[in-house]
């Protein structure tokens, strides 16, 4: 896995915390706290052009009830706006059964998608929350570069809890370049107004809605989700978090494995021997991230990586934190086994792939990528297969499009890094191989000129075939890297064809290529699955669905597969 991406996950982890509690500038801070006791709107305006004149409406109004307040990302004194703190929805996921519905705070900070809400007479959308027993939104007019909806709001929830007395709600409305927050304590009907709507917010307003999230957990809540999701990644509690993360969120209940830890002799090792990990310790990313990609695509793994004998020394190959790079095979085992805080087992090709397998092609292919980047502009999208069945909740695919135009003008660079650069690709390839990168609202554009949406777009297959620049080559997450090793060291001759940059660390170790029979090495436990030696770990690693896939054509590139049993459909996808 990638120490970028562990960085970048909490980076995003404390600003979002930042962000939640830091809301106006000074020169409006004054406006912006009286405006919040009363309830009234609060706005993030995406441009410099649109604050510009909003700040003159506002020095030149006298009347403030019916206007937007702004929403600056710049730092002032933390506004808490609720008192609640974790109070969540009175209905689970529907994903979740009850016995799975998770309570924890891990990503609970995420808003809940309630609906969307178009320009058409008497659409609106009905729900719940923790205070109130209803809420109904309409959209009551778009046009002339301005638009109004409704949220009519009742029942008025009864609590003997002191302090639940003045229960209220927090919203994120959104598109994809406006951003609007609002909180409710009143049973009433409130009317919003949005301004300086162009014609490309319009457009998507009436083709894709206008996005209605909750926040079930206010904004000290959130604060304190986040919190405690930091601590998956980092801290003292990390392993004891993640434990319980795995258990609350997947139905994971890991057994004790307390046989003795190992490393096989270099004579036990075959080139192509695959090396199949789950890091649950600080010093290995912490559990945060191998949790969030477990919890992202069903998998039991974290991290993958091959055996191969360059220049008559065996190494480990694997694409990381710090790149393509190679490692002799004995240095890596003891660095990585050295706190016991990492799973890890090898597995073997079966005996006919094993034969096929050619060492020196491998070794050639290899020496022409070692030493690129870990592939954190394709990290996402051999995840992303569907458009609705790949992104576990409490998050939704209706997040990605307020997602990117948020992080477009906030944190421009990293959405570049794990957005922009593989939309880029998919888009260039169809629209005459541009050679100059387009921005996020570019790619806005370019898809309603071509009617898809952005979410359609991350579903296309990762090619093996894309080139990625600064500098130039292919890039591969972990298990692509292995996947790619294997289809140049010609295992995969015969097979129907597929882009090995559609498989994820669960993909890849779930296809019929390995043994279930083979000698292992003589330090394996009998006590371990199947067809695997375990090393190294407190727990014993166990994959389901291990080796059970034959390849075939156009392999894993449209399957949807969600919490709790992350089924993969449909069959062959």
């Known amino acids: 896995m990638s120490r970028t991406i562990h960085r970048v996950f909490l980076v995003l982890l404390l600003f979002v915390c930042n962000f939640v509690v830091c809301y106006a500038s000074v020169e409006v801070s004054d406006i912006l706290i009286s ?151 009143l049973e009433q009907t409130h009317i919003i107004h949005f301004y300086w709507i162009d014609s490309n917010e319009e457009l998507d307003i009436k083709e894709n809605g206008l996005q209605v999230f909750y926040l079930p957990d206010g904004v000290l809540g959130s604060v304190l989700d986040v919190w405690d999701t930091i601590h998956m990644f980092t801290g003292p509690k990390t392993f004891q978090d993640g434990i319980q993360f795995m258990q609350d969120h997947m139905g994971v209940i890991y057994k004790n494995r307390t046989v003795p830890n190992f490393i096989p002799d270099e004579s036990e090792i075959l080139d192509g021997d695959y090396i199949a990990m789950f890091g649950m310790g600080s010093s290995y ?80 292919y290899f020496a022409t990528v070692e030493g690129l980047p870990y592939g954190n ?39 570049d890094l794990f957005f922009g650069a593989g939309l880029n690709q998919r888009l260039q390839k169809n629209n005459n191989n541009n050679p100059t990168p387009y921005t996020i609202d570019e790619i806005f554009a370019l898809c309603d000129k071509i009617n898809k949406t952005v979410n359609e777009i991350m579903t296309w297959p990762e090619l093996d075939s894309y080139v990625y620049t600064n500098p130039k080559g292919p890039r591969m997450v972990c298990s692509v890297f292995v996947m790619r090793m294997y289809k140049e060291a010609g295992i995969f001759s015969g097979f129907p064809d597929f882009e090995t940059t559609e498989f994820t660390p669960k993909d890849s170790y779930q296809v019929s290529i390995f043994s279930n029979t083979w000698q292992r090495p003589s330090g394996c436990h009998a006590d371990a699955q199947q067809g695997t030696c375990q090393v190294t770990g407190p727990y014993w690693l166990e994959l389901p669905s291990f080796n059970a896939i034959l390849p075939y054509a156009r392999m894993n590139e449209k399957c949807a597969c969600m919490p709790p049993d992350y089924t993969r459909t449909p069959k062959n996808c």
């Not at 990302?73 to 009850?98: I, K, Q, T």
């Not at 945060?288 to 998998?299: E, H, K, R, V």
């Not at 020394?313 to 990492?342: A, D, R």
Request: charged share 15%; proline share 6%; glycine share 6%.
């Open 35 to 185: 405006s919040l006791n009363e309830g009234r709107q609060v706005t993030l305006l995406s441009s410099k052009e649109r604050r510009d004149k909003y700040t003159a409406m506002m020095q030149n109004s006298n009347n403030k009830d019916e206007h937007e307040i702004l929403l600056f990302a710049e730092l002032s004194p933390p506004l808490l706006l609720s008192s609640r703190v974790r109070s969540p929805p009175p209905h689970p996921h529907p994903l979740y059964s009850s016995s799975l519905a998770p309570s924890d705070p891990y990503y609970a900070f995420l808003p809940r998608w309630m609906g969307s809400i178009y320009p058409v007479q008497n659409t609106t959308i009905h729900f719940n929350t923790s205070c109130f027993a209803s809420y109904v939104v309409t959209m009551t007019h778009l046009g002339s570069h301005s638009l109004e909806m409704s949220v009519s709001i009742s029942g008025k929830r009864s609590t003997d809890d002191d302090d639940d007395k003045d229960c209220d709600d927090l919203f994120l409305f959104g598109t994809r370049e406006t951003f609007s927050f609002k909180r409710y304590s």
């Open 377 to 415: 502009e394709n990290f996402i999208y051999g995840w992303l297969d569907t458009v609705s069945g790949n992104i576990p909740p409490p998050a939704s695919w209706q997040d990605l499009p307020v997602v990117l135009a948020l992080g477009a003008h906030l944190l421009p660079n990293v959405t």
């Open 285 to 364: 990313d912490g559990f945060g991230l191998s949790s969030a990609i477990a919890w992202g695509t069903g998998g039991m793994t974290s991290h993958a990586a091959l055996c191969l004998r360059i220049g008559g020394v065996l190494h480990v190959v694997e694409s990381c934190g710090f790149g393509i790079i190679k490692t002799p095979y004995v240095q890596w085992m003891k660095t990585t086994s050295q706190n016991n805080t990492v799973l890890l087992s090898v597995l073997r090709l079966r005996e006919d792939l094993q034969k096929k397998f050619n060492a020196t092609a491998a070794a050639n």
